[in-house]
């Protein structure tokens, strides 16, 4: 059994790269949860853009994980960034599920140059513990392994000094 948890939504692929990468270099568990909502294609792309702005939620499909999510010493939560902001996706799983997050962690994954790192303290808004450590990767970017291998580097400290 892992008690270590790497949920994350994902539209294009770039999260489910990084969080599938993350996940087999700390041996955790995998989750993608998504709603029912087509976000395919042009169209939409453009109703994640105003979802996100709008900070509309969706039900999520049933999704399972190896134990209650309280359960786990950490679970790491990716997202895409959309509109500046976290998905609609990610913020209903946090909404739901936030306050059950005994120790949280971010990835979030962007297309353009900025950090977003704000999207952090939004996620925050629905895990009162807030989190630990975070990342913002840009697929394909230069320093893509460099940050990722940090943010590694900082959830392996974090879990060390919990044991």
Known sequence: MNDILCIYYS???????????????????TVKIRDAVERG????ALRCGLDA??????PL?????????GKYRLVIVGTPVWAGRCSSVVRTFLKEHGRELK???YVVTRSSEGKFEE????MDLYV?????????????????????EEFLR???EFLAAKR
């Open 41 to 44: 294609g042009f169209k939409g």
């Open 11 to 29: 539209r294009t692929g770039h999260t489910k790269k990084a969080m599938e990468e993350i996940a087999e270099a700390l041996g955790a568990e």
């Open 61 to 69: 499909s049933h999704y399972e994980t190896e134990q209650p999510l």
């Open 128 to 148: 009162p513990r807030g989190h630990r450590t975070a990342v913002s990767l840009r697929a394909d970017s230069v320093g893509y392994s460099f940050w990722q």
């Open 103 to 105: 120790n949280a962690a």
């Open 154 to 156: 900082q959830v392996r």
């Open 53 to 58: 702005m709008r900070k509309t939620t969706q």
């Open 119 to 122: 999207v952090y303290d939004q």
